[in-house]
C-alpha cells in the first residue's frame, strides 16, 4: 500500500495547544489543505487531520515552520497507533513502517508536557535498539545524514504514538523544537534568555553579524532588572535603559548603560537609535500602539518586543495587534519586515522581531 501521510503532528507549549490548532487550521486552508485539528489541553500537541492524500506532507512544503507563531515542531504522519506491546516495542514498529523511504536518523520524542516528561526516558532508551533494527531492515542509512528524511517517532502519550516523516530543511533543528540556552551567570535575570532566543532565532547569521555590532545605540524600555540590557551591553551597545525600577549594580557599573526612571510609554529619545527593545508587562493594545509609533516614526531601525497575551483570546489578541501594526506601517508608507515566535523562554506571551524590509534584504543579501 501507497505511503499517505495525512496526520500532522505539531508540538507546542503546554497550554497553547488551542492556538497551535487555530493558527494551523487557518494557515493550512490558505495554501490549500483542508482537515481538522484534535487535541487536549495541558498535552503540548496537536494532531491535525488532514482530508486530503499526504495533506501533512503538503502543508510542511507550502507553510516555512519558522513563520508559524504557535508550532515549535511538526512532523507528517500515518494514523497513530494505539496499543503498544510492552514487550516488543522495536517489532512494533518496524512492523508499520510499509513504504517508508530510507531516512537518514530516527528522533523519538515525547511532547514538553507533564505526560511528555515521564516518556523522555523512555524515548531516549528507545533509540539506540530501534536505530539498529531499523538499519538491519534498511530503512535507515548505514551512517547518520542530515539531509536525508528524519524518520520521526512522536511518543505523545502511553498509548497513542505517531510515526511520521519530516524533511529536515523542512522543520524545527532542534528537538522538540526547544532551542535550550545556557543561562550567563553575569545576567541579572532569567529574562536575558528570552532576547538572546529571540536574536538566535529571528536573525540569520548574516543579519547577526550586520545588525548587532558594537558601538550601536539601543533603548530597553521595561529594563528592571537588566536582563536584555545585559545582552545589549554584552555587545557594546550604548544602552538607555527605561524603567522606575531599578537597574542591577554591576551592569550599572560597566559604564555602557544610561538608567532613565520613567515611563517607556511617554518616554522619546534624543535622536534615532539602531535598537528599541521592550519587556514591558502592560497591555497588548498599548505596546503595540507605542511599538508602531517607534517603528513609524523612525526611532528605531530594529526591535523585539513581547506581547503579553491575556487568557482568552490570545490568537484574536495577537491577529489584531498584528493588524495595528501593519495598518500602521501601511499608513506611513513603510515597507516592514515582521515575525511573530512563541518561544521557548518565553511564557504568557509572545515575541515579535519587526525591521525595514529593505534592512531585511539588504542584510540577507536578498534582491
Ligand atoms: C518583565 S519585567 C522586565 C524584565 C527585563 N526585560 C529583564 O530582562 O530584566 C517588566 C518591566 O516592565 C516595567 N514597566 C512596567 N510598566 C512600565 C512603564 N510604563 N514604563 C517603563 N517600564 C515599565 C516594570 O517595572 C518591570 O521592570
Same mark, same amino acid.
Given at each position: 500500500?501507497?505511503?499517505?501521510?495525512?496526520?500532522?503532528?505539531?508540538?507546542?507549549?503546554?497550554?497553547?495547544?488551542?492556538?497551535?490548532?487555530?493558527?494551523?487550521?487557518?494557515? +493550512?486552508?490558505?495554501?490549500?489543505?483542508?482537515?481538522?485539528?484534535?487535541?487536549?489541553?495541558?498535552?503540548?500537541?496537536?494532531?491535525?487531520?488532514?482530508?486530503? %492524500?499526504?495533506?501533512?506532507?503538503?502543508?510542511?512544503?507550502? !507553510?516555512?515552520?519558522?513563520?508559524?507563531? &504557535?508550532?515549535?515542531?511538526?512532523?507528517?504522519?500515518?494514523?497513530?497507533?494505539?496499543?503498544?506491546?510492552?514487550?516488543?516495542?522495536?517489532?512494533?514498529?518496524?512492523?508499520?513502517?510499509?513504504?517508508?523511504?530510507?531516512? #537518514?536518523?530516527?528522533?523519538?520524542?515525547?511532547?514538553?508536557?507533564?505526560?511528555?516528561?515521564?516518556?523522555?526516558?523512555?524515548?531516549?532508551?528507545?533509540?539506540?535498539?530501534?536505530?539498529? +533494527?531499523?538499519?538491519?531492515?534498511?530503512?535507515?542509512?548505514?551512517?547518520?545524514?542530515?539531509?536525508?528524511?528524519?524518520?520521526?517517532?512522536?511518543? =505523545?502519550?502511553?498509548?497513542?504514538?505517531?510515526?511520521?516523516?519530516?524533511?529536515?530543511?523542512?522543520?524545527? $533543528?532542534? $528537538?522538540?523544537?526547544?532551542?535550550?540556552?545556557?543561562?550567563? $551567570?553575569?545576567?541579572?535575570?532569567?529574562?536575558?534568555?528570552?532576547?538572546?532566543? %529571540?536574536?538566535?532565532?529571528?536573525?540569520?547569521?548574516?543579519?547577526?553579524?550586520?545588525?548587532?555590532? $558594537?558601538? =550601536?545605540?539601543?533603548?530597553?524600555? #521595561?529594563?528592571?532588572?537588566?536582563?536584555?540590557?545585559?545582552?545589549?551591553?554584552?555587545?557594546? =551597545?550604548?544602552?538607555?535603559?527605561?524603567?522606575?525600577?531599578?537597574?542591577?549594580? +554591576?551592569?550599572? +557599573?560597566?559604564? =555602557?548603560?544610561?538608567? *532613565?526612571?520613567?515611563?517607556? &510609554?511617554?518616554?522619546?529619545?534624543?535622536?534615532?537609535?539602531?535598537?528599541? *527593545?521592550?519587556? !514591558?508587562?502592560?497591555?497588548?493594545?498599548?505596546?503595540?500602539?507605542?511599538?508602531?509609533?517607534?517603528?513609524?516614526?523612525?526611532?528605531?531601525?530594529?526591535?523585539?518586543?513581547?506581547?503579553?497575551?491575556?487568557?482568552?483570546?490570545?490568537?484574536?489578541?495577537?491577529?489584531?495587534?498584528?493588524?495595528?501594526?501593519?495598518?500602521?506601517? %501601511?499608513?506611513?508608507?513603510?515597507? *516592514?519586515? !515582521?515575525?511573530?515566535?512563541?518561544?521557548?523562554?518565553?511564557?504568557?506571551?509572545?515575541?515579535?522581531?519587526?525591521?525595514?524590509?529593505?534592512?531585511?534584504?539588504?542584510?540577507?543579501?536578498?534582491?
Amino acid at each position: 500500500m501507497a505511503l499517505e501521510l495525512n496526520h500532522l503532528l505539531l508540538l507546542c507549549r503546554a497550554g497553547f495547544e488551542r492556538e497551535c490548532a487555530v493558527e494551523i487550521q487557518e494557515r +493550512a486552508a490558505v495554501v490549500g489543505v483542508y482537515g481538522f485539528p484534535r487535541f487536549k489541553g495541558e498535552s503540548g500537541y496537536v494532531e491535525f487531520v488532514c482530508q486530503q %492524500a499526504n495533506g501533512a506532507v503538503q502543508i510542511m512544503q507550502r !507553510i516555512d515552520w519558522r513563520s508559524l507563531v &504557535f508550532t515549535r515542531q511538526w512532523a507528517a504522519c500515518i494514523a497513530p497507533l494505539t496499543d503498544i506491546p510492552r514487550n516488543d516495542r522495536v517489532g512494533f514498529f518496524l512492523q508499520h513502517l510499509d513504504g517508508f523511504p530510507q531516512c #537518514g536518523e530516527v528522533w523519538i520524542e515525547a511532547a514538553d508536557s507533564e505526560v511528555g516528561s515521564g516518556l523522555q526516558g523512555l524515548c531516549r532508551k528507545l533509540v539506540p535498539p530501534l536505530a539498529a +533494527a531499523l538499519r538491519k531492515a534498511g530503512v535507515l542509512t548505514a551512517k547518520r545524514d542530515t539531509h536525508l528524511e528524519r524518520l520521526y517517532i512522536g511518543w =505523545m502519550n502511553e498509548s497513542q504514538v505517531f510515526i511520521g516523516l519530516a524533511d529536515p530543511h523542512l522543520a524545527s $533543528p532542534w $528537538p522538540q523544537g526547544v532551542m535550550r540556552l545556557k543561562f550567563p $551567570p553575569a545576567a541579572p535575570s532569567r529574562s536575558t534568555l528570552k532576547l538572546e532566543e %529571540a536574536w538566535l532565532f529571528f536573525l540569520t547569521e548574516e543579519a547577526r553579524q550586520a545588525m548587532l555590532k $558594537p558601538g =550601536m545605540k539601543a533603548v530597553d524600555l #521595561g529594563a528592571s532588572p537588566g536582563g536584555w540590557t545585559w545582552q545589549l551591553a554584552n555587545r557594546y =551597545m550604548k544602552t538607555t535603559s527605561v524603567d522606575n525600577g531599578p537597574m542591577d549594580d +554591576a551592569l550599572m +557599573a560597566g559604564g =555602557m548603560v544610561t538608567h *532613565v526612571e520613567g515611563d517607556g &510609554f511617554t518616554y522619546v529619545p534624543d535622536r534615532p537609535v539602531d535598537w528599541m *527593545v521592550c519587556d !514591558i508587562a502592560d497591555k497588548p493594545a498599548r505596546v503595540i500602539d507605542l511599538m508602531t509609533k517607534w517603528i513609524t516614526r523612525g526611532w528605531c531601525r530594529y526591535t523585539v518586543f513581547n506581547l503579553k497575551l491575556p487568557m482568552q483570546k490570545r490568537y484574536t489578541t495577537y491577529q489584531q495587534c498584528l493588524e495595528v501594526l501593519q495598518a500602521g506601517c %501601511a499608513e506611513a508608507e513603510l515597507n *516592514v519586515h !515582521i515575525e511573530a515566535r512563541h518561544l521557548y523562554h518565553d511564557r504568557e506571551e509572545i515575541t515579535l522581531f519587526v525591521c525595514r524590509d529593505e534592512d531585511w534584504r539588504r542584510v540577507n543579501g536578498l534582491s
